[in-house]
Every structure is written in structure tokens, then in C-alpha cells.
């Protein structure tokens, strides 16, 4: 008990009011459970008007379809990015085939295109009028079956398409951490290899699989985009025509609590697949060798998943910029791209650093404490991003009026807003959405450090600064690394709430986007779309790269 | 593991630098003569004016653009502190619904009056429009005759049976269209005819006019219902598509026509200045601009439209005041509900 860290002598000077230690170490989950509670409370608060007449509307027109439609793509999406996630995650990190070292992060890739540009790409390339269909009824006759594309198969692919990379990532480093050791026992134990898999491999992997699952799932009930870009009614789209048709704002956010039901589902999901602890096996990583058949079935399967998801959407924007007559890249862009980074980093690096006291202060009192505030603090990310925004809007705007404006007065500066259109307002807001998203890696990298790490450096002579510095850092910069650049990505490409929120004259791409697509010039949209997605890409190249070299380390 | 010490202090640097920033330019924009415009109408059609207008006066225009809905709860939200001096939107159905929600102030401006046409814009003289659009039939010269098109009803005859493509009812043209049939022709006989409207359809609705059009191109349908700009953009990529306008209802009450338009907010810090751009958009000078960089029509007579959409001809549009695509918005949703329009 000689060489404690400061922080586990605070923590002990403070053992005899043990309930100080716990107030201030569990401090971070519980701001963070109440900066999400703000708006989610607006929004739940929407119950005391209650809307009679069109709640009666919608149960006999419309809430039928609306569930069911909602119902399909959550199980749909649930079940694709599973299967497709899983599979990929488990050929790349456990096999050895042709080509696996670039289709390991080109894999990962479509997490750099937004749902709703993949959206209209692939309605430009597939539905009845686009290029494919026409050439396929000059071939075979213009009676000819040809699925339908607007319908549950083509949003599907759509949201699978930019989603498994979730569950691809997560699982990928899961498989890659627990190692082969235990496969090859229960090889040797008698069980099949897709026993083995099913019974060890994947059970040992459920609680990271399980992140990027409820990551995708929550994803999926918040898109708004992609789901109208198709004309798929769900949920989400009527809120917005409670809202925009119906002008009753207070049945949209009814509707939206009701999403909270699905949240609920999905984080229960989580937690169901959670349960279990984050395996480790630091000894040598080897690859199975396929055999030859094996080795290049598994590389066409992968690429074709590349190409699909990846590949063909981006060569459809390139050709529409190509073919686009007037084409505008002025100096304009550059400020686009320069406002979509700097928001993008500034907003990475707040939510990473809050996750990272949230994580720290939950190891230090134990996993058990505060896990229903984390949920909470999680759900910011399941909301449609307009419902979200106009909920964190409603409490900025009276915080402005209340408090804001009045000290600013009293200061003699003459100032609109503190909060709402301030880039602070906007970074809060990115927060409340996007927590979950940093959670997931760094809960799971600071998971897989046993306590023994810490035990044997103190013992060893380390100071609470070293401690962090060769030991915390660098077993946890892998994780940091994907926290930030997932929330990176994922910021560069949110529209709502940046819509609503933003400072004047501070325009994104992903406001440019808006801008061309929400009159159907999804052409003129290729541009911007396309820099979005290359900006996006950098990210997720350095984000395998780092993984890629810890594993070669090993090796 | 530099990169995380370096990247940390950069970006902390960033943050704390950026979090001010807004604070300090908004001080300098307050003070000057600004005005702050919430529009839904598009960047790349307003900004030309507004910089125009700049270089003319001096004035600063500043704006957001979003969609109409959350603007309005924004402005809402705000109440007596918005920035806003003007809320800039595209149907009437909105702007409608803006003035019910009390975020407008009645302008008192004989020149506005004497601009934009009584029909087209608010009684309580707090809403104006500035532009005026068409939702008109767009039929395949290959396979429709002019005339087998009359009207907007005639779409839900048998004889038009799986070669109708329409545009989801979510898109508020939709709405504002259906709205101003039920205050014509009554809630009864509407439904019947957007019911057979559904029937017809040869695909399920499409999400937005542009798909629509190309619909008829490929041969999925043959007749369709569409704004004029979304024609005339096809048509500019493509003199060649074989599409035609088509005016309905010239017998009867004529074309339905929506209106762009603005007014001023209730709680304007500036409402001097917005009321004179506002008569500058309605003016002889930006009106050409204004409706034709987007190919709509002007609102005010004394100014032609673009040589493209002359090209079109005349037609009789329909005369009802605007504000009935608002009053009857939700009614013409549930509507649709019923029906089956998705």
C-alpha cells in the first residue's frame, strides 16, 4: 500500500465518507445524464397537451404501416449488419486469403458515406429510370422483372451498406485482442470449426459486437434522410409530417417519445449481449490458412461487399461531377471543407475527453455504479437529429433569454446569443448526440487493461503521471484513436441539428448537401458529396492504419 | 503516442479559441446596419439578391437557411430575442402558418401593395409573396396527346389507369395542391378523386419532382404533376426529353399556383430595413432575378418572366387567395392519410 496513486489515495483518504468519492468520481456520467435528460425531457414533457384528434388519425390511417415498416428495418438492419459485420470481421482478423491486407480498411470504408447521399446514389444508379433498369429492359424487354428498388429490399441495402461497419470494426478488433488461443483448444477439444466459431469465437467477441450492433440500431430508428430520399414511411417521417403537414409540433414529439421505446430495445439488446467480459489473449496472432478455393471465394466476398458498398457509389458521384455542366468549385469549398474540419475536430476532441472522465470515473468505483445514467447519457444518438435539435433548442433558447442575455447586458457586450447559433450551443449539442458513439471504444479499450497493469508499475516505482503516460495512453490510444475519429466522421457528416444550430454564415458540406438535394439536384450534390466522403475516408484509413500496426507488432 | 499529446494541445487551442469567436463576431454584426434574414428558400437563389441589395446600399444581409419547420420553432423558441428580421419561406401553407403562430408583424407599405397581387398575399397584410409557382401536368410527348389532358381530375379516370406518377404527399406542393381542391370543389369530392389519383399509379409516389419527371421518361408512367423549375432544369440538361408541359383546368378555375414569399418577424431588431428589402425583392429591379433564378414566375405584373418560361405560354391560373393552402394544410393531409397517398 506503499506506492498509491494519487487518485487511489484520494479515493482512499476519502474511504471513510465513501459516499464523497462517489459523488465526485461519478460527477461526469451524471452531467452528461442530465445534459441528454434536457432535451429528452422536452421532448417527454410534449404529454401533458395531449393530441386526441390526431393520435385518432393517426391509429386508423397510418400507425399500422408506420410500425411495421419500423419494425422491418430495425430487424432488417439488425439482422444484415450482423451477418455481414460479423462474417467480414471474422475472415479478415482470423484468415489468411489474397488481398486481405488492403480489403481490411477498404472494408471499413463505407462508414465514410453518409445514409442519405448512399440513399440518393443509389436511386440515381437502380431505380426504374436510372441507368441500370434502362439498359436491362433494352436487353431482355421492357416487361421484364426487375426487383423494385424503392421499396424494403433497396433501403435495406442502403442502411446495411453504411452501417455493418459498426459491427465490422468493433468485431474485427475483438477477434484480433482474443487471439486464437481458445479456437484452437476447442479444436483440439473435438468441436467443428463452425462450432468452434459459434460456441467460442463469437460468444467471447458478444460484447463488442453487441456496441456496434445498438451503434447501428440506433442509427438506423434517428435517419431521417435516407428513409424520405426513399419514400419509406417510417416512424421517424411521421414525426416530421406530424410536424410539417399537420403543424402540431407537440404530436411529432409524442411520436418521438414513443421512439424512446425502440431506443429502449435496442440498449436492452446491448446490454443482454454485453454481459460477459472483454477478452484478451496478448500472445502471437496467426491467420488459419484456407485452402486455395476457400482463400478466393472469401476474397471475392469481400470485395464484392467493397465494390457494392463502396466502390460503385462513389464512381456514380464521380460521373455526375463529370457530366455536371456547371460546375462550381470556387473558393467557397475551401471554406466549406476548412468549417466541416474544424467543427468536426473541436467537437471529437470535447466528446472524447468527456468520455474519457466518464470511463475513468466508472472504473475507479467499479462497473456496477451508474450504469442506468450511462444508458441514458447513450441516448442521444437514437434521435432523429431535427427532434433531437429542436429539443436541445427549446432549453437553449430559454437559457438565452433567462440568463444569457441578462449577464452579457450587465457586462456592457452587446450580443443575440450565448447558447443558441454559438458554436458553444452547436459542440453541445454534437455532445448530446454523439456520446455514445466515443463510449463504445474507450469503455472497451480501458476494459481490456486488467488492474494488474496499474499493480505491477506501482510496484514497480511508477508515478500516477507515468502511469497514464506508458501505461493507460498506450494500451488505451488505439481506442481513443477510433473514439475520435468515429465521432470525427460521424459529426462531419450530421445535418440537423448543424442545420439548426449553426452560427451564421459557419456553412459545412453537409449543409451544402441539404442545400442541392432538398430541391432533387442530387448531381450538383456529387461534389460536395464526394469531399465529404474523401474528408471522411483520411479518418478511417489512419484509424486502420494504427490498429494494423499495433497488430503487426505483435506478429 | 505523440500524436495524442500533440493533436490534444491543438485542438484544445482550437476549442477554446472557437468558442468565442461567434461571441465576437455576432457583437460587430449587431451593432452595424444588418439584417438578419431564417429562410427556407435556398442559398444559391437568395444570395445573389442579397449581395446585390449589399452593393446597392450598404446594408449587410446575413441569413440561415433550414427547412420552414424548424425555423419557425426556432423563431418561436427565441420569442422577443431572435436575431430575425425576416422569415423567408416557399408555400403559403408556411407562411400562412406563420402568421397563425403570431411570428410576423403587419407591414404597412403601399409599395408591397401595390406589387404583389391581393390574392397572393396575407389579409392581415403581414406575409407577401415574391414568387409565384406553377404545379402543373407534365405528360410523354411519345405516348400522350395533348388532348387527352384536361384537368387535374381527369388524372383519376379509368382511362389514365397505371400510367399516373406523382410525388409524395409529404412534400408540402402536395399538400397545398390537394388543400385548395378541398376549398373548391369540397372535402367529399376530393378525397374521391385523390383516391383516384392512388388508383392510378403506376409506382408508388416518388420522393421528389425531378424522379417523378424521369418516371415518364423511362416509361414507367405518362402523365405526372410537377412545379415548372423542375421542368425547365430538365429541360436545360436535355432539350431533347420528351416531355411537354400541359395546363389544366383552363375551362374551370385554372392552374394552382403557390407563392415564395417573406415577412417581416414580430420581434424585428431591424424592421425599418427588412420592410425596404422587402419592397426592393417585390421591386422591378430584383423581381426578374428573383423568380427567374430558380425559373418561377415573377409576382409582379410589371415584370416579364424569364424568355424559358414565357417560352411555355400563358395560361389561367387559379385565383383563390393562397392563405387557403394553409387554413386547409392539415385537413388535406389527413386526407391523403385516408386515401392511401403516401
Redesign the interface.
Known sequence: MLSLSPIQKFVYRLNNSRRTARVLLSLPVWLMAIIVLIPIGVIVLSWLHPQTEVWQ?LI???LGFLLKNTIILFVGVGVWTLVFGVSLAWFVAMCEFPGRRWLEWALILPLAMPAYVFAFVM?GLM???GPV??LYREWFG?KAYFPYM??TFGILFVMTSVLYPYVYMLARSAFIHQGRSALDNARLLGLSPWASFFRVALPMARPAIAAGLSLALMETLADFGAV????F?TFT?AI??S???????TAAAQLASLLLLFVALALFTEQHFRRGKVHQNPLQHQRYQLSKTKAWATTLYCSTVVLLAFVIPVMQLIVWIVDA?NLVWDQRFSELIKNTL?IG??A???IVCVGLLVVFGRRLLGYRQNSGLLRIASMGYAFPG?VL??GV??P???I??ELG?PITRWLG??????L?????GL?LAYLIRFFSVALGPLSTSLERIKPVYQHISQTLGANQWSLVKRVY??LM?SG??TA?LLVLVDVMKEM?AT??L??????TLA?RIY?LT?????EQAALPALVLVSLSILPVIIMIRRSGIRLRDKQ | ?K??NI??GA??A??SV??F???V???E???DNVI?VYSSR???LIKPLFDRYTAKTGTQV??????????M??LK?????T?ADIFMTVDAGVLW?ASEEDLFRKVDSPVLEAAVPANLQSAKDDWYGLSIRARTLVYSTDRVKPSDLSTYEALANDDWKGRVCLR?S?K?YN?SLVATMINTLGEEKTEAIVKGWVANLA?????????TM??V????CDVAVVNTY?YA?LMK?DPQTPLALFWPNQDGRGVHINVSGAGITKHAKNPEAAQKLLEWLAGEEAQGDFAGLNQEYPVNKAVKPSPVVAAWGDFTADDINVEAAGRL??AA??LM??AGY?
Open positions: 388519425h386508423e390511417t397510418q436511386l431505380d426504374y429510370s433498369q434502362t421492357a424503392r421499396g424520405s430520399i426513399f419514400n414511411d417521417t416530421y409530417k410536424w410539417f403537414g399537420l403543424f402540431n409540433i455542366e474544424v475536430f473541436s471529437a476532441m470535447i431535427t435539435a429542436v433548442m427549446i437553449f433558447a430559454y438565452d433569454r442575455q457586450v452587446e450580443n443575440d446569443h450565448v443558441l447559433g454559438s458554436m458553444t459542440l495512453v498506450p490510444s481513443i484513436l475520435l440537423p442545420l439548426l449553426r452560427p451564421f454564415g459557419s456553412e449543409i442545400e432538398s430541391e432533387g439536384e442530387w | 503516442m500524436w495524442v493533436s490534444m485542438v484544445t482550437l476549442v472557437l468558442s469567436s461567434p461571441v463576431a455576432a457583437t454584426a449587431a451593432k438578419t435556398k442559398e444559391h446575413r441569413f440561415i437557411t433550414d427547412k420552414a419547420g424548424p425555423l420553432a426556432r423558441a427565441e420569442g422577443a430575442s436575431p402558418q409524395t409529404k408540402i399538400k409506382a408508388p409516389p416518388f420522393s421528389n419532382d425531378t424522379k424521369q418516371g421518361v423511362a416509361g414507367q423542375y432544369r440538361k394544410q392539415a393531409v389527413k392519410d385516408r403516401k
